[in-house]
């Protein structure tokens, strides 16, 4: 017997339930699957995945625990860009690779150095030679020259990054150690340089001393009393020049009050007066108007001016002149000290203002100093807003320019001072 229609409508509908239940019991396990396997990625433990709302009370659980693990991610992220902007400002390069040697972080240091450019050449392949050898677990370190332009001295070291059991990768950090060798280099002056100064006259006194003890000729005792007397005054000029730097660096913003720029030319020019004399060098100076002044500590100034004309005395030769002029366009003041001497070798010229630095050790005997008067003369220039500059040529001359800026009252004037002889 045939069913009827009814019976078989009725029979499908019963099937498609029990397909549709078993489809669903499949999926809820999967489900649960899929659950448990979250949960032991995460961490939870003790699920009720089964009985009534088992499932659905174990999924908020896990909703709570994915804003658990986003908050902390969330703060890892947090930690890293706060590591990342404290690299930033450190002044030395830093380079992360991974265990293949391959960059992963270099901080905007690390970035001036390796940029593609033609002086950075040798930075960057030390750089890679040196991260990856680091990667296998040997530190390496290396100093390179850079001739420049500007000269610069680089020192790259890496280390291995390890773990516990392998390592992880390697940083490299790049130093410019440009400016320690240049003190360095100021610290060896100062020491030659000292050491001779002071080992001089000093010897000398000690001589002198123990001659004149036994002489008893009137001439020869005043002679080397006069000796004695010219000793003694080297040793303390050598004093006077290395307290005048200090106190001179020590105040670095000096008492600020108008200065006439006549009084300082005329009391600079007093103070070399008997050094020129000695020479039988003549002095030229323009006499600035009164009106002309400068904003800044008298005292300083003078000592300035007075160096740059002591030394333009010192390297000139005997019978020659000394020009001294300036020039103002009612901002800035330029004095101007030119000499006919020995000039100054271009190579020298980037370090004649460095304390201590000498161009010429041999003639330096002669001419005594301790190299220490264009260094105060750049720490006054800097004092007060101002520069240094020199012009040089060998066998020639030098002219040095001192610029600073005007004071109240200043002459509005383009020209150069009159020159005007200063008997000396």
Known sequence: MEPSPAEVVAAAAVLLVVV???????ARRSTVRRVVALSAR???EGLELEGRGGLERSLSRLERGVGVAMARVEDAQQAQDRMRLALSIVPEGVVVCDEQAEIVYRNGRAEQFLDPDEHDVLVQEAVVRLLKQAAEGAEGCET???????????????VPLETEWRGVGAVAVIEDVSEKRRLEAVRRDFVANISHELKTPVGALGLLAETLAGEE???????????????SQRVARIMDDLLDLSR??????PTREPVPVHLVVA?????????????????????????????????QLVSALYNLMEN??????????????????????????????????????????ERFYRVDRGRSRDT?????????????ASNHGGEISVESREGEGSTFTLRLPTGPGALLSTGPVPNVEAAT
């Open 144 to 158: 390179l020259e850079l001739f420049g332009p500007p000269r610069r001295t680089v020192c790259i070291r890496a």
């Open 368 to 380: 005594g100093g301790t190299g220490l008067g264009l260094s105060i003369v750049r720490h006054v």
């Open 312 to 353: 333009a005395v010192k390297y000139s030769d005997k019978g020659s002149t000394v020009e001294v002029g300036g020039r103002t366009d009612g901002h800035w003041i330029e004095l101007r000290v030119r000499d006919h001497g020995i000039g100054i070798p271009s190579q020298d010229l980037e370090r004649i203002f």
């Open 42 to 44: 995460m961490g939870e």
């Open 248 to 253: 001179i660096e020590s105040e670095e913003a």
């Open 20 to 26: 549709m239940l078993f489809w669903a019991r499949r």
């Open 217 to 231: 000729d009137p001439e020869v005792v005043n002679r080397l009393a006069w000796r004695i007397q010219s000793e």
């Open 267 to 299: 009391q600079a020019a007093e103070r070399v007066r008997s050094a020129a004399e000695q020479r039988g060098i003549r002095i030229r100076i323009g006499e600035p108007p009164k009106t002309l002044a400068v904003l800044g500590d008298r005292r």
